[in-house]
């Protein structure tokens, strides 16, 4: 496999060969994003939180992960306590994982917003309640990935009612992806609405946002993930030859459960993610030139300017946080992970077109965010796919390279429609909460003023109240739920059959053997 990290030949030959090439319209943008909206009101049978919450029930979550997975947490914590009928405690954040961040829940978010924009549906406090002038003391239990509102009322609620108060712990992905649509419609409220970053973190993302828009009218995100720890445990070749297997080999050998990996395999599997070099010459042929200016956030980088070279070729316009912004102004977000990421996230939403080389959380948060609010180009590569073109972009022509790109890559460009009914990731496609404009109803109103028309209900505190309220509706049962919908994720994401089945890939490992001490941290590695 041919390198490009650093080749001057290669490097000269793309600058020589890749000019954009035109699509025939306007690759700034989505077609046929004005026929859809988001819509997330909560519909006239979704009983508001003073009619349905038992005041002596209280949720408290503990989060897992980094800034985008704790955010699926933390939308999914709204969800368990209305299925429960119980009052949230605002979600403690992980501050112990592989990210290292001491921040809490307000740090990072607008605590008083979340509370009050989600008042009708759930009761939110701060803080556990006193009793006989001691704070009560939370049961603590787990429920396991993908549980369903059936699994909640038989698992949680028996002990959620005899003890009161129960903490569940490490709470990333713990409902189900398939829920009825009154509540998918609830998890768009806390992702697109209720959940706001805090003003400081706002005003200097949409700083660096603006010193973006200045440089040029339209601009392009990369969320990049290439940390030596991630491509090791990938058991991808990435073109590096022996110093690279003896690098990442090395790596990798502090996670003695993993099986020897067949890089080629993984990667003919779409499994491996795409290196900057792969990730310019998608973008060139789908039509960016090399005037375009190019925001990227990334951790470290495995081969550090190397790697990025043929990348920084493709499109010389090529930022960071820390290059538009001094370091003055980074200084209160560069202790804190969650913060910076934050600060990316903002960059990354705010950007006319979002590309990742990755499917990790972040990638999917963002995806269904742009999806909700326009449908905002997003490029996802088809790694599938374009693993051939990459292997032979020297047997053809430049412009047989850029047609084959383009065709591969329809249905991974964040444009309405593109992903079948019931398939995704919900956080990926909220597709409960994108209407279509022509059967636009006028109480349902826009999700940037969005408002809370709930019906009144009189069964107040019934613990069937979702059964009630959703007998209709498009649930789905634990026997419903097929296996690759529990654990279908990418080996990039903390899910990845860690607490469950194992995934038909090279770099599966089997968790019966995973020691405890090494588990925690392949969980947190991949949980961005």
């Not at 759930?122 to 993908?146: A, D, F, Y």
């Not at 398939?178 to 003003?199: E, G, I, M, P, W």
């Amino acid at each position: 496999m041919a390198t490009w990290n650093g080749n001057p030949i290669l490097i000269r030959r793309l600058r020589f060969m890749f000019r954009g090439v035109s699509l025939g319209r306007d690759i700034w943008s989505s077609v046929g994003s004005e026929l859809y909206y988001g819509c997330s009101n909560g519909g006239r049978n979704f009983m508001t939180s003073d009619m349905k919450t038992n005041p002596s029930r209280h949720l408290v979550i503990a989060t897992s992960g980094g800034l985008n997975q704790q955010r699926t947490g933390i939308t999914d914590a709204v969800v368990a306590a209305y299925i429960l009928n119980a009052t949230l405690v605002v979600p403690k954040l992980d501050q112990k994982s592989f990210w290292h961040d001491s921040s809490n829940f307000a740090e990072i978010f607008d605590v008083d917003r979340f509370i009050s924009f989600l008042s009708k549906d759930v009761h939110i406090i701060k803080e556990l309640p006193l009793k006989g002038g001691k704070v009560l003391t939370p049961h603590s239990m787990r429920v396991p990935r993908k549980c369903t509102p059936k699994c909640y009322l038989n698992r949680v609620l028996p002990v959620l009612n005899k003890r009161h108060v129960v903490q569940l712990s490490k709470f990333d992905y713990r409902l189900s992806n398939k829920l009825s649509k009154h509540l998918q419609k609830l998890r768009c409220r806390v992702n697109y609405h209720a959940l706001k970053f805090t003003d400081s973190i706002l005003e200097m993302g949409e700083k660096l946002v603006e010193r973006m828009r200045k440089k040029s009218n339209h601009f392009i995100a990369l969320h990049l993930r290439y940390e030596p720890d991630m491509l090791a445990f990938s058991g991808c070749d990435f073109g590096g030859g022996d110093k690279e297997k003896e690098e990442l080999g090395l790596i990798r050998k502090r996670w003695k459960s993993l099986h020897v990996s067949n890089p080629d395999k993984v990667r003919r599997n779409g499994r491996c993610p795409l290196t900057p070099g792969e990730v310019g010459l998608m973008l060139r042929a789908l039509g960016f030139g090399s005037d375009v200016h190019l925001y990227v956030a990334s951790g470290e980088v495995y081969g550090g300017e190397e790697t990025l070279a043929p990348l920084k070729e493709l499109f010389p316009n090529f930022h960071t946080k820390e290059t538009i912004a001094s370091k003055n102004e980074l200084a209160p977000f560069t202790s804190f992970s969650s913060r910076m990421a934050a600060l990316d996230f903002i960059v990354c939403d705010e950007s006319d077109v979002f590309v990742t080389n990755n499917n990790g959380n972040m990638a999917r948060i963002l995806a269904g965010r742009r999806r909700y609010f326009g449908h905002k180009p997003t490029i996802r590569p088809n790694a599938k796919k374009l693993y051939k073109l990459f292997m032979n972009r020297y047997n053809m022509t430049w412009e047989d390279f850029a047609a084959k790109v383009r065709t591969h890559q329809i249905g991974f460009m964040g444009e309405p429609k593109e992903i079948k009914p019931g398939k995704g990731e919900f956080h990926e496609n909220p597709e409960a909460c994108i209407c279509d404009a022509s059967d636009k109803n006028p109480n349902e109103i826009s999700p940037q003023n969005q408002s809370h028309s709930h019906k009144m209900d009189n069964n107040n505190n019934n613990d069937n109240s979702y059964i009630k309220e959703n007998k209709d509706s498009d649930d789905v049962t634990d026997e419903q739920i097929s296996e690759d919908e529990q654990f279908g994720f990418d080996y990039m994401d903390n899910e990845t059959a860690l607490g469950g089945k194992r995934q038909p890939n090279a770099t599966d490992f089997e968790t019966t053997a995973m020691n405890k001490s090494e588990q925690p941290e392949l969980e947190e590695l991949f949980s961005d």
